[in-house]
T-cell receptor, first 115, second 113 residues
Framework: SQTIHQWPATLVQPVGSPLSLECTVE??????LYWYRQAAGRGLQLLFY??????ISSEVPQNLSASRPQDRQFILSSKKLLLSDSGFYLC??????????????FGAGSRLTVL | RKEVEQDPGPFNVPEGATVAFNCTYS??????FFWYRQDCRKEPKLLMS???SGNEDGRFTAQLNRASQYISLLIRDSKLSDSATYLC??????????????FGRGTQLTVWP
């Protein structure tokens, strides 16, 4: 069966510090991968998606970047965090079939507080 | 206008009650519709897909009205464990091999004993 792992679960970072969140998927190959952010009191916002190694699409301009160095690994990064980067970050995957592509499975999330 | 709009609630109902949530979407090209459930401080999880003819999964019934761009979720015989936030989710367009979804902000439900 497929599993998705995301870490760290919680982090508190000062403004201006770097960020790296990592996500890996097991039990599937060539998945679509996504990074979402959920700010307090707001809905999920798609930040990045990837359809393959090295292929990253950004949904909104921001202070973050993403990379996919391996088929089942997705990394979210920032060189200098802003206060507004605080939130609940969720990695997700879906398969490539027309029916399955819209069914997302999320990781457990990483809760980031920027002070 | 937001792509997906939901009544944020909160809905506070006693055990055994029937409760209904509504959702409207703005993109008429959307083809896939879902309800996700999110427990406090946890990740969202798929509750059920919503089909054109309506569908039922145990105590949960989902309906879709394409003409009105309206989706509903009905929960019968509410349980304490149903307490969560329910997210209405709509895809962005015609079927493809990439899932690009709009998420509503969610409707919070609390079931009390």
């Amino acid at each position: 069966s497929q599993t998705i792992h995301q870490w760290p679960a919680t982090l508190v970072q000062p403004v201006g510090s770097p960020l790296s969140l990592e996500c890996t998927v097991e039990g599937t190959s060539n998945p679509n991968l996504y990074w979402y952010r959920q700010a307090a009191g707001r809905g999920l916002q798609l930040l990045f998606y990837s359809v393959g190694i090295g292929q990253i699409s950004s949904e909104v301009p921001q202070n973050l970047s993403a990379s996919r160095p391996q088929d089942r690994q997705f990394i979210l990064s920032s060189k200098k965090l802003l206060l507004s980067d605080s939130g609940f970050y969720l990695c997700a995957w879906s398969d490539r079939t027309p029916g399955g592509a819209n069914v997302l499975t999320f990781g457990a999330g990483s809760r980031l507080t920027v002070l | 206008r937001k792509e997906v709009e939901q009544d944020p609630g909160p809905f506070n109902v006693p055990e055994g009650a029937t409760v209904a949530f509504n959702c409207t979407y703005s993109n008429s090209a959307s083809q896939s519709f879902f309800w996700y459930r999110q427990d406090c401080r946890k990740e969202p999880k798929l509750l059920m897909s919503v089909y054109s003819s309506g569908n039922e999964d145990g105590r949960f019934t989902a309906q879709l009205n394409r003409a009105s761009q309206y989706i509903s979720l009905l929960i019968r015989d509410s349980k304490l464990s149903d307490s969560a936030t329910y997210l209405c989710v709509v895809n962005r367009g015609r079927g493809s091999t990439l899932g690009r979804l709009y998420f509503g902000r969610g409707t919070q439900l609390t079931v009390w004993p």
